[in-house]
């Protein structure tokens, strides 16, 4: 045998180059895995023994790729809520721990879609083109990173643009009882984003499929699902998926807003999360409270409802603006989930069932709705023609209800009676009919000028469709006016009134010839 050096260098060079092989080759397991034990499942919850490294809201995978998410984390089990069919799980399964918190895709692939809280598509149009995913839990935005709510996102419909306005970056609460009108508000308003340079997000809770599919319908006839994402969690789906769905779809616009780009975002409806999360609870043994919900349910639309804001320019200045729906029943607004969300938001427009019946469409009671934004969100053309509409409006149905009782009333009282007719009648509107701004005040100043006064009551729907076509002939230096901030000149406001009179004069009663009396 050779025992040269060199011969003892070639030898050694190849037994490491041998282990380099072998070392290149290994790839070990980034960390261990961790299995846990199923010991009891029932609808839409389980408890898992083991996993002591489970962290609160971690994602755990079961057998048959079902996911669900640590909800109550004890010393000796794990209460978990499922996020699927649970009907082939069986007490001694293994439960795997994934490392990660729940989360979902976003990005521009998901406008137009129709998605599930798990980011699954429900349309049929294939997988979703995503990138990135977001946890559905996170952070609202820091205070310091928050701007005022400045610039009016408008809804199309003159009674909540003129009376109730509602700002970009705010959140106002729909509610009502139910068959009221609350979600035809919130579909309107996303019809009229239409050009606005607004996306819109559509989250429906614990909803029937019939009610998803007609509201999906008809966001597609009008063309709004171009810019409209639909995340759906139906009725008859595990209530984990209901209680996660709103989460995943503030996610999903989060990532819009944070890129400098203006969202609306449409919970329809809180009640069914609320009674989702209360389920929850109660089959995980945590304690009940008021009304059966748990002590913080307060806490699980607050930090929802939180995340929507504008923020600041130089974090690209966008806004997430939530319109939340709540429905009461037999018209109690102080019951407990309503009295949160009022109190969470910042302003209610509140439907009544009595409009409703009466035929007053949209059913918005003024006098119970508010915006605690207001005027500091809308344009100052509509504060110019609508300043004194609320209180002429309010005066009017104080006085109806006393002419009721049969009394003889003066001229004033019954000139009074007969403008805030008109004003009824102008703030009722068709379902899916948007009126873009320039109509709204050309109506709203022919309105508050008296010129819809001698207007038969029956011809003012008329009326509103000749105003509506004459705003082509206004002049055009005062048309630009109704798009920025600034306000009308008495020049204007008459400029506005001689094209109005012009437009409603085939609609004025003939003068009838005063006949000469008999001799």
Known sequence: ??????SLHVVFDQAFAGIRRTLDAFTPELAPREVGTLTSVSIGVAKVSGLPGVGFDELVRFPGDLYGIAFNVDADEIGIVLLGDC??????????????VMDVPVGDGLIGRVIDPLGAPLDGKGPVASSQRLPIERPAPAIMDRAPV?????????????????GRGQRELILGDRQTGKSAIAIDTILNQRDQDVLCVYCAIGQRASSVAKVIANLRDHGALDYTVVVVSEGNDPPGLSYIAPYAAT???????????????????LTHHARAYRELSLLLRRPPGREAFPGDIFYIHSRL????TRLRDDLHGGSLTALPIIETEAQNISAYIPTNLISITDGQIYLSPTLFELGVLPAVDVGKSVSRVGGKAQQAAYRAVAGDLKLAYAQFTELESFAKFGTRLDDHTRKLIEHGKRIRAVLIQPECEPAPVPEQIVILVALTGGLLDSVPIGKVRDAEQALRKAVADIPAVVRQRFSTNDTLSSDDRKAILR????????LQPESVPERKRAP
């Open 305 to 308: 409802l939180e995340r929507a």
């Open 499 to 506: 094209v109005a009179s012009q437009a409603l004069a085939p």
């Open 87 to 100: 009907a082939h799980l069986h007490a001694g399964d293994e439960v795997e721990r994934t490392g990660r």
């Open 150 to 166: 400045t610039v009016p996102l408008q809804t199309g419909l003159i009674v909540i643009d003129a009376l109730i306005p509602i």
């Open 1 to 6: 045998m050779n025992d040269s050096p060199d």
């Open 251 to 269: 996610s999903i616009a989060e990532h819009f807003m944070e890129s400098g780009r203006d969202v609306l975002i449409v919970y329809d409806d």
